[in-house]
């Protein structure tokens, strides 16, 4: 994944995305050393507060002042971690590590370097003393802190303590964790008492004077940023004057879609191109949300141009049919946002160009994507990101460039602001949530445990975020994955439906795949010559189906469809001959006279897609 570097001019104490300051032109510009890929953004005021709250407690009052001052730029570096965890960043330094504690369920912050010496220079907690031989092993080679070589330490250090190492000038030289038993292993001054986490030779902590605040930051990026908004208005004209189809901008609410909002509204007002923005509202969007978007548009002047459209299937509902939603299973965003999506196109004539705050940091995924692409659940979309190549941070100057309001629920900290059920956020973002949401969120908790059958600790880690396969930092919890999918039913090479025949939705269904051969006996289903399965009834009307495994699976996905439709209309919208109608009582049906079997219709249905996946549809349906 790219990797987006961040610089400081250290003359004006801002933040830089090239090396070139606009407000000094000076050559004082330093390279912040962050980890990649560079996911960098503000530090909210709400996230300030916890933060600074959080450093007073551990390492003393007053201190948090100095890691993260008010008058000062300060921002935070997003990293890899099993839940949420930043880089703070004060002064062109890493001042420590903002992480969510995942076993503890709670924020720690762990100084680097930077912050140690800040720290010590006010003798904060949690520091330790060093002799001589111990200083220069541990700031010339990292090595781990042995307990003969403490000269004192803060009585109030505890086991699994971050710490800092100074000198006995009050210099910080390392930052580490205390080990298991450290108060004894003092006591008897021998083993290893603190594990280095990062070193160096002892020096003052170099604090810069000058404050800054975020107008100096975008006029002092003013040329980059400028220049960011010319190649995307470009990117946007070049793309819409080739075209006669019509444009959408999507606008979710977040912080990308504004910055493409923006972005379009310039560029297409400039060439005299008619555009509509579109809001799809799944049902679960916060109420912040929703509200924003109106708030939004209306300052933008937009509201005429906009076209809401809601989810046809209620989540709560579909919840019965697919079990809860994970990051692994993810039918939630077909049913709920994409189906109203791809309706409203077709409305539109079938085909469009969509503008999207896609950006490739965003994931190896969206990387490989690329800044255009053809969308393989909503047919006739292809879709464009202006900003494709945008860090976090470019989009957050952009937006305060353009002096817009954000979101409210960014200033809350949420790193997520679209369906409040997701399960791509953290468990850090989930403390947020449920004051944001309240008795809503502990309700919808307690529900998608039940079906799961969680116990409380797995419910507390957010257990149900994943379905087939949990991530590696579960090992050890003595917790097993319970959820094996449909296959397990697909052992012989017949299944008894446990409903009663319906013939006309199922033999609908079937002919977009098969030709069928109907008797008073059986159903035959053909592909050609070659004999796929038989579907006959039992005494009661029960439906029997004899196929080979493969087929077989693949038949019952098609009943499946007829039997578990949610009516989301994502195969109404699919088809090209406007032969799939819906039936409030009985879901879809599919006229014979206008089918050409094509079978569309079967791989965009999220119950086709996902019947395999979760065994409530088999529970349902099967014997």
Not at 332 to 352: D, Q, R, S
């Amino acid at each position: 994944m790219r990797a987006y570097p961040l610089y400081w001019c250290k003359k004006c104490n801002v933040p830089l995305l090239t090396k070139k300051c606009d407000l000094c032109q000076g050559d004082e510009i330093i390279e912040v050393k962050i980890t990649p890929p560079g996911d960098v953004k503000p530090l909210f005021e709400e996230e300030r507060l916890r933060l600074y709250q959080l450093i007073n407690e551990v390492y003393g009052e007053e201190v948090a002042s100095l890691i993260i001052p008010e008058d000062k730029m300060v921002l935070l570096n997003k990293i890899p971690h099993v839940d949420l965890a930043y880089e703070v960043i004060t002064d062109g330094y890493l001042m420590g590590l903002w992480k969510y504690d995942v076993e503890n369920r709670r924020w720690l912050f762990i100084p680097h370097l930077e912050g140690a010496r800040r720290l010590a220079a006010r003798r904060a907690r949690k520091w330790i003393m060093v002799d001589h031989g111990a200083e220069k092993a541990i700031s010339e080679h990292g090595r781990n802190l042995l307990a003969p070589g403490v000269k004192k330490f803060d009585h109030r250090i505890a086991d699994g303590d971050y710490v800092y190492i100074v000198n006995e000038d009050w210099k910080a030289l390392a930052v580490g964790k205390t080990a298991h038993e450290f108060n004894r292993k003092i006591q008897e001054k021998r083993g290893m008492v603190v594990k280095i986490k990062h070193f160096d030779k002892p020096r003052e902590a170099e604090v810069l004077n000058k404050g800054a605040t975020w107008d100096d930051t975008i006029r002092a990026n003013k040329t980059f940023l400028e220049k960011r908004e010319k190649e995307a208005i470009e990117f946007i004209q070049n793309i819409c004057a080739s075209t006669n189809k019509p444009i959408l901008v999507s606008f979710s609410g977040g912080k990308d879609s504004l910055a493409v909002l923006l972005l379009a509204k310039k560029a297409l007002s400039e060439i005299g191109r008619e555009y509509l923005v579109l809001f799809s509202s799944t049902g679960i969007e916060y109420p912040e949300t929703e509200a924003y978007v109106d708030k939004i548009l209306g300052k933008l002047g937009l509201q005429d141009k906009t076209i809401k459209v809601s989810a046809f299937t209620n989540f709560f509902d579909a919840i019965e049919t697919f079990g809860p939603p994970a990051r692994d299973f993810r039918w939630c965003c077909k049913t709920c946002k994409l189906a109203p999506v791809t309706y409203a196109i077709k409305k539109l004539g079938g085909e469009c160009i969509t503008l999207i705050g896609s950006r490739g940091v965003e994931s190896i995924k969206r990387e490989k994507q690329g800044a255009i692409w053809k969308s393989i659940w909503v047919k006739g979309q292809t879709s464009a990101s202006p900003i494709y190549n945008w860090s976090t941070l470019e989009v957050w100057l952009y937006l305060l460039k353009e002096g817009v309001n954000l979101n409210p629920l960014y200033h809350k900290g949420l790193e997520r602001i679209g369906c409040w059920v997701c399960p791509s956020m953290d468990l850090a973002e989930m403390e947020i949530v449920e004051k944001i949401m309240g008795e809503n969120w502990t309700q919808y908790l307690k529900k998608i445990s039940e079906i799961l059958g969680l116990k409380k600790e797995e419910e507390k880690l957010g257990l149900w975020r994943w379905r087939f396969k949990y991530p590696k930092w579960v090992k050890g919890k003595r917790i097993k994955i319970r959820y094996k999918g449909d296959t397990q039913y697909f052992t012989k090479d017949e299944i008894v439906l446990n409903v009663k025949s319906e013939p006309g939705r199922i033999t609908g269904i079937l002919r977009t795949l098969y030709d069928l051969h109907i008797d008073k006996e059986r159903i035959t289903l053909m592909l050609g010559k070659r004999r796929i399965a038989e579907i006959s009834k039992k005494e009661d009307d029960r439906i029997i189906i004899k196929a080979q495994r493969d087929n077989l699976m693949k038949v019952f996905r098609s009943i499946a469809r007829a039997l578990a439709c949610v009516k989301c209309r994502l195969c109404i919208a699919t088809c090209p001959n406007n032969a799939i109608t819906l039936s409030e009582k009985n879901g879809i049906e599919i006229s014979s006279d206008r089918c050409m079997a094509c079978g569309e219709c079967n791989y965009i249905c999220p119950v086709w897609a996902y019947s395999l996946k979760t065994p409530y549809i088999a529970k349902k349906l099967l014997e």
